[in-house]
């Protein structure tokens, strides 16, 4: 069951980015434009997604427990730190690059397989980068 | 003005597989931190599942669901893999990406996500600004 759930979100969320275009980097780059020729579209994706977002974080306070699992499994972190700071910068700047965040360029492997193979490639090293430093250098 | 109803209707299917995912798993849906754990955790058949739905369900696109502009020409390998390197790194240093803090985050209304979606949004924006 847990296995199906997990399929099936992760189809969802494929297909939520498909029909928004979110796959397409040249919208999402046409959503960072501001200063060009600007396309809203992103504004659209994450304003439904976080409308009804909200909905079901409203649902889970008023449920014990999750359906298929024993407890909530929610970040708390409150704490505002360099590394949250840094990450998302040097993020955004991957993410201007490219117009790939991580789940539109892993949906690039089959859609736009020429650049996604790049991408994903460096994806998994840059993940790769900071699990081992994690590792190495545990404080 | 583009026409918004696919952007908003794909919207609302994302926040509605996320609150899916919330409500019978308990957890939020974040790619970078899925990918990561199907790279480095024991336990990799769920976040590959994840993965290969992802992928599939991505692959709508450009079948089911015609562009309403061209992808970009294909770019250069090393501008791709520079981009995936500060995402892949990026998004592990700061904890989650646009899914992670854009979505599940600010649905919550979580201060960190809040923070890091706008400081993401902000390079990202200055980012296209100086390279096109």
């Known amino acids: 069951m847990y296995a199906f759930v997990t399929f099936l979100t992760g189809l969802l969320f494929g297909l939520g980015l498909a029909i928004s275009e979110m796959t397409n980097p040249a919208v999402v780059i046409g959503f960072l434009d501001i200063f060009g020729d600007w396309n809203p579209s992103l504004i659209a994706v994450m304003g439904g997604a976080i409308f009804v977002g909200m909905l079901g974080y409203w649902i889970k306070n008023k449920r014990l427990s999750p359906i298929i699992a024993n407890e909530w499994q929610v970040p708390n972190l409150k704490h505002i730190d360099r590394k949250l700071l840094i990450g998302a910068g040097l993020f955004g700047i991957g993410w201007g690059l490219s117009g790939y965040c991580p789940g539109p360029g892993l949906t690039a492997l089959t859609n736009n397989p020429l650049e996604g193979i790049y991408f994903v490639g460096a994806l998994i090293v840059g993940s790769a980068i900071h699990h081992f430093q994690n590792v190495l250098f545990r404080k | ?132």
């Open chain 2, 1 to 132: 003005m583009e026409n918004l109803t696919y952007p908003i209707l794909g919207g609302l299917l994302i926040g509605l597989t996320t609150s899916f995912y919330l409500i019978t798993t308990g957890r939020v849906v974040g790619i970078s931190g899925i990918l990561a754990q199907l790279l480095f955790n024991k336990g990799r058949l769920l976040p590959l599942l994840f993965i290969l739905g992802l992928i599939l369900g991505g692959s709508a696109y450009g079948t089911f669901f015609q562009p309403s502009v061209p992808f970009p020409e294909i770019r250069s390998p090393w501008l791709l893999m520079i981009s995936g390197l500060l995402v892949g790194y990026g998004t592990r240093l700061g904890g989650g990406c646009t899914s992670g803090h854009g979505v599940c985050g600010i649905s919550r209304l979580s201060i960190r996500s809040i923070v890091a979606t706008l400081v993401f949004m902000a390079t990202a924006i200055i980012t296209v600004a100086v390279t096109h």
